[in-house]
């Protein structure tokens, strides 16, 4: 790896702030998006000195989507992870993420997953429902799983070794951690961080099935990072997952940080609790290479 697990920590600690700017962009989102609303003075900025990091084309079944890509400058059969967006699409800090990763000497690569159906930087904290209602209310899952498998493919022909696949996501992406870990029997490890377990609501064509449903097809050992504090995702589904596992003879597991909210990992917004970010970011990277995604 590029630089030790304790250089990144290190790092991590002596974050500073971003200003919410505005940049052109063609196809994510620029910057942060308006849902997310003040920035934390804690958001942290990793640079791209040593990387190669830029926005990517992948050629999908049907169309092409754009995604951030980050991997060390002048490596290749590097350790693929694909990072997972939040429910906010590909912003700011989805890309540090992939950034971080490429600093630890993996290819990281985050597609647009929503790319068909809008932007969602153009909502701000007063029209977030109607970003939910516009486009993630339309985004189904199997389009989603497509989707990543040719965005493995496609970091298969740039420099990346799809023989070690990791998949990490955030919030909505964490739903999707677990979906792909039974969809793609190719990914060694998946880490998911607060992502749903159970619909919330009745099953549909576009959504027909949850983590808690898809627990006998899991291909992959996913670590499950969750807040004690989340108002969104109950202690009794997380419960109910561990004993669904258990039972199944499954490897994964969910941790619970006690005195955590859901988006503890998120640095820029109110929800970031630094030390339990710092100790999941270690269970990932120890995760990853405990099944050979390093």
């Not at 023989?163 to 969809?183: D, N």
């Not at 503890?264 to 339990?276: E, I, T, V, W």
Request: with cysteine.
């Amino acid at each position: 790896m590029a630089r030790s697990e304790q250089d990144w920590v290190e790092a991590f600690a002596r974050s500073t702030q971003l200003s919410r700017r505005r940049f052109s962009s063609s196809g994510l989102v620029a910057g942060f998006t308006l849902c997310t609303g003040p920035l934390n003075a804690a958001t942290i900025v990793t640079d791209t000195n040593g990387l190669d990091a830029a926005e990517v084309k992948i050629p999908t079944a049907d169309v092409t989507i754009p995604a951030y890509r980050a991997r060390p400058k002048g490596k290749s059969n590097l350790p693929l992870v694909l990072v997972v967006q939040e429910v906010f699409g590909i912003h700011e800090h989805i890309r540090d993420i992939c950034r971080r990763f490429a600093n630890l000497g993996y290819y990281a690569i985050a597609p647009s997953l929503y790319a068909r159906y809008g932007d969602p930087g153009k909502y701000d904290m007063s029209t977030a429902q109607q970003l939910v209602k516009d486009i993630v209310s339309k985004v189904p899952d199997r389009e989603v799983m497509s989707d990543l498998d040719a965005a493995v493919n496609f970091a298969g022909k740039d420099g990346a070794d799809a023989k070690r696949l990791g998949i990490t996501g955030f919030c909505w992406g964490g739903r999707i951690v677990w979906l792909y870990s039974a969809h793609n029997p190719q990914v060694k490890a998946g880490v998911a961080w607060y992502g749903q377990l159970r619909s919330p609501q009745p099953p549909d064509a576009r959504r027909p099935k949850y983590p808690l449903d898809l627990v006998g097809d899991m291909h992959a050992p996913v670590l499950g990072l969750y807040g004690g504090k989340d108002k969104g995702i109950s202690q009794a589904d997380v419960a109910a997952m561990n004993a669904a596992l258990q039972k199944a003879g499954k490897e994964s597991k969910l941790e619970i940080f006690a005195d955590a909210e859901h988006g503890f990992f998120a640095d820029y917004r109110p929800s970031y609790n630094a030390m339990d970010a710092q100790q999941g970011w270690r269970e990932l990277l120890a995760w990853f290479r405990k099944y050979g995604v390093a």
